[in-house]
C-alpha cells in the first residue's frame, strides 16, 4: 500500500467515527425516551405542556446566560498560565463548544473549544485542554459536593422505586451512582497529580519510549527513530499539560475557582428553579430542585444523542418523582426546561461562530483527524 493510501484510510477510519459515535448516542437517547415517556399518555403531555406559563422562559433564560458569563470568568483565570485572555477571546470558544455539545455527537465540544482557542490565540493545544479538563475537575468536585449534601440533608423516601426498563430506581441507585463518579474524580485527581509531578511524567516517558521495543517485526534503527520521536512528543505533551494545570498550586487561586463553580451551578439551579413558577404542579423547594439538577448532570454524563435527549429526561423525571411530583408533571416540567436550557446557548454559540468567522463543522472534523 503506497503511503497515500494508508493517509487515505486513515482519514476514511476517523470520519467513520463521527457516525459511529452519533449512532451509539442516537440508540442510548431512543431507548432512554422510550423508558421515560412509555408509561406517559401522550395526549396528557401534550395537554400539560399547553398549562405552562412560558413568560418564565424569559427570567429563566437569563440567569442560565448570565452562569455561562461566570464560566467565562472562571476560564479566564485558569487560562492565566497559557496566556492572559481577554474576556471577548475566551467567550467566544466557550460558547460555540456549549453549542456544539448541544447540536453534535461524541460531545466534540470538549475539544472544539481549546482547538478554537490555541488557534485564534497561537498557543499550546495541550495547555488549553488542560484547562478545560481542570474546570471540568472543579464542575465534578461541586456536583459530587452537592449530591452528598442532598442525600444527607434532602427528604428522599428511602422506600421509593421507580421503575425504568428492567431497572428499578431509586434512593440506593443516586448513591451508586454518586459513589462510581467520586471514584472517577479521585482517579482523574490523582492522575492530574502525578502528570503534575517531575517524576511522574518522567515515569510516563520512559514507559511510552519503552513501547517500541514490542515491535518485534521492525528494524533496529526504526525503532531508535521512533523511540526518539516518542520521547520528544511525549515530553512537550506532558509539560504542556502540566503547565495548563499550574493554576492549581495556588490556594488562593483553586478557593476562587471553586467560589466561581459554585456560583456557575447555584445560578443554573436557579434558572431550573425559575422555570418551575410557570409550570403547574412543580412545587418544590430551591434546594430540592438543586438536587434534581445534580440528578440530571449525573445522567447526562452517560453516552447520549447530541443535546442529551433522552438521558436528560430520565433524569429529570427520576429526580422530580423522587420528590412526590406526579409523573406527568414531571415529563412536562423536564421536556420544556430542556428545551429553553439549550436554545440560548445554540443562539448563542451561532452568534459566536458567525462573529469570529468559525467554520464549526471544521473544527468538528479536526477534533476526530487531528488538529
Known amino acids: 500500500m503506497f503511503p497515500a493510501d494508508s493517509a487515505c484510510s486513515n482519514t476514511m477510519a476517523r470520519k467513520n467515527h463521527i457516525p459511529l459515535s452519533l449512532t451509539i448516542g442516537l440508540l442510548l437517547s431512543a431507548i432512554a425516551l422510550y423508558l421515560t415517556f412509555s408509561n406517559i399518555p401522550l395526549r396528557e403531555l401534550v395537554a400539560y405542556l399547553k398549562t405552562v406559563n412560558y413568560w418564565w422562559i424569559i427570567p429563566s433564560m437569563a440567569i442560565a446566560l448570565l452562569s455561562f458569563l461566570v464560566r467565562v470568568i472562571r476560564w479566564q483565570l485558569l487560562l492565566q498560565p497559557v496566556k492572559k485572555t481577554p474576556f471577548w477571546s475566551a467567550f467566544h470558544p466557550l460558547m460555540i463548544g456549549f453549542m456544539a455539545n448541544c447540536l453534535l455527537p461524541a ?3 470538549e475539544l472544539a473549544r481549546p482547538i478554537i482557542f490555541y488557534k485564534r490565540e497561537n498557543v499550546s493545544f495541550s495547555m488549553v485542554l488542560a484547562t478545560v479538563g481542570a474546570e ?6 461541586m456536583l459530587l459536593s452537592f449530591l452528598a449534601v442532598a442525600l444527607i440533608n434532602v427528604d428522599i423516601n428511602p422506600a421509593i422505586e421507580i421503575p425504568f426498563g428492567n431497572y428499578q430506581l431509586n434512593k440506593a ?3 451508586m451512582i454518586g459513589s462510581t463518579t467520586l471514584r472517577l474524580c479521585v482517579i482523574l485527581i490523582a492522575g492530574i497529580i502525578f502528570v503534575m509531578l517531575r517524576q511522574g511524567r518522567t515515569l510516563i516517558r520512559r ?4 513501547m517500541p521495543a514490542l515491535l518485534f517485526f521492525t528494524t533496529a534503527s526504526f525503532k531508535k527513530k521512533l523511540q526518539q520521536k516518542l520521547d520528544l512528543k511525549s515530553a512537550v505533551i506532558l509539560n504542556n499539560f ?5 493554576l492549581l498550586k495556588s490556594p488562593k487561586k483553586i478557593g476562587l475557582c471553586i467560589a466561581l463553580s459554585f456560583i ?10 425559575v422555570m418551575s413558577f410557570g409550570c403547574p404542579g412543580i412545587d418544590i423547594s430551591f434546594f430540592e430542585m438543586w438536587a434534581v439538577m445534580v440528578i440530571i448532570c449525573l445522567f447526562i454524563s452517560l453516552p447520549s444523542a447530541p443535546g442529551f435527549w433522552g438521558i436528560w429526561e430520565a433524569g429529570g423525571i427520576f429526580g422530580l418523582l423522587i420528590f412526590g411530583i406526579p409523573a406527568k ?3 412536562g416540567f423536564t421536556l420544556a426546561n430542556h428545551v429553553f436550557q439549550m436554545v440560548p446557548v445554540i443562539v448563542v454559540g451561532l452568534i459566536s461562530a458567525i462573529i469570529t468567522g468559525i467554520n464549526v463543522m471544521q473544527i468538528v472534523y479536526r477534533t476526530h483527524v487531528g488538529s
Open 264 to 273: 456557575v451551578w447555584a445560578l443554573m439551579a436557579g434558572s431550573y428553579y
Open 242 to 246: 502540566a503547565k495548563g494545570f499550574t
Open 107 to 109: 460531545r466534540v465540544g
Open 173 to 175: 441507585t443516586l448513591s
Open 136 to 141: 471540568r475537575v472543579f464542575d465534578i468536585v
Open 207 to 210: 514507559t511510552v519510549v519503552k
Open 329 to 331: 408533571e414531571a415529563a
